[in-house]
């Protein structure tokens, strides 16, 4: 009997799809060694040997409905930039976003489970496999958000791809919208407001901002005062509504919306590679290792 947890050891160690698993290993009777080996024959288990590759590089790519009230922000990455300009690659990032807004999976495993839109044969993580073995390098859907609004989504593009902003607002229009994704996109806000920011990220900044007042000769009362007013440009550097607008500095984000009848219900910032270890090449030993054979 081809138990489930034969499939995911074997799917584990080559990366090749659920349903051709389990094929294989029906017709090998369970044997992992010769199903290996068929799945290799077949040319499915081609991408498991790049699956130890570290892929830190990649496309952010955002979709958004016609009538704007379901968008979705996705970061697939590869190994190397030049994919990113791959248009196979490109196309099969669009695709993913679109599955994410339309079909709504909760978790990045169950978006893999899920059948493809556009190859409705294969799942997922099916045609995932067969574009990392027919381009050639390691690839992962690494993260996604996907936003349902009565209001407006709205999303942005920095860099061909390199940063990827989706909003969600109340009575805002397009051009208002853009203006705010524009903002996320280039000052990096981390909180929405200050009710955003956890207490202990607040406490943490303010010892921090006790202890330079104190170093700097300031006595106990008078550094408790110069706290609190250095916490308010903490606050203003990364919470969105209260940081300066980058088209008119003389007014906060949150003033602007407010006086257009917004609001700004939440955003997504996704930044290509962001918090994954990047391959360093080093051309003196990939030399040595050729000549070493």
């Known amino acids: 009997m081809i138990t489930a947890e034969l499939v995911k050891q074997l799917r584990e160690k080559t990366g090749a799809g659920m349903m051709d698993c389990k094929k294989v290993l029906t017709e090998t009777n369970g044997d992992e060694e010769k199903a290996i080996e068929l799945l290799r024959e077949r040319g499915i ?3 498991a040997k790049k699956s130890d590759r570290i892929a830190a590089e990649g496309l952010v790519t955002t979709y958004v409905t016609a009538d704007q009230k379901v968008g979705a922000v996705v970061e697939v990455n590869a190994e190397t930039d030049f994919v990113a300009k791959n248009e196979e690659f490109r196309n099969f990032v669009a695709d993913i976003a679109k599955q994410v ?3 709504n999976p909760d978790t990045v495993e169950e978006l893999l489970a899920q059948t493809s839109m556009v190859e409705t044969d294969k799942t997922i993580q099916d045609v995932l496999t067969n574009k990392i073995a027919t381009i050639g390098e390691n690839m992962s859907i ?8 009565n209001g407006l989504v709205e999303s942005y593009i920095h860099g061909d791809g390199k940063i990827g902003v989706l909003v969600e607002m109340e009575n805002g229009n397009t051009e208002l919208a853009k203006d705010v994704c524009m903002q996320i996109a280039a000052a990096r806000p981390e909180y929405l407001d200050r009710d955003s920011v956890p207490a202990d990220r607040v406490a943490h900044e303010m010892e921090i901002l006790k202890a330079q007042a104190v170093n700097e000769g300031k006595p106990e009362a008078v550094a408790e005062k110069i706290v609190q007013g250095r916490i308010n440009k903490f606050y203003g550097e990364i919470c969105l509504v209260e940081q300066d607008f980058v088209k008119d500095p ?33 051309f003196a030993e990939e030399v040595a290792k050729q000549i070493n054979g």
């Open 45 to 47: 288990a081609k991408a």
């Open 101 to 103: 807004a339309e079909k």
């Open 142 to 149: 690494r993260r996604f958000e996907r936003f349902e609004s």
């Open 250 to 282: 003389d007014q906060t984000l949150g003033k602007l919306v407010e006086s257009k009848g917004a609001k700004i219900v939440r955003f997504a910032r996704f930044e290509k590679g962001e918090g994954l270890q990047k391959r360093e090449e080093n």
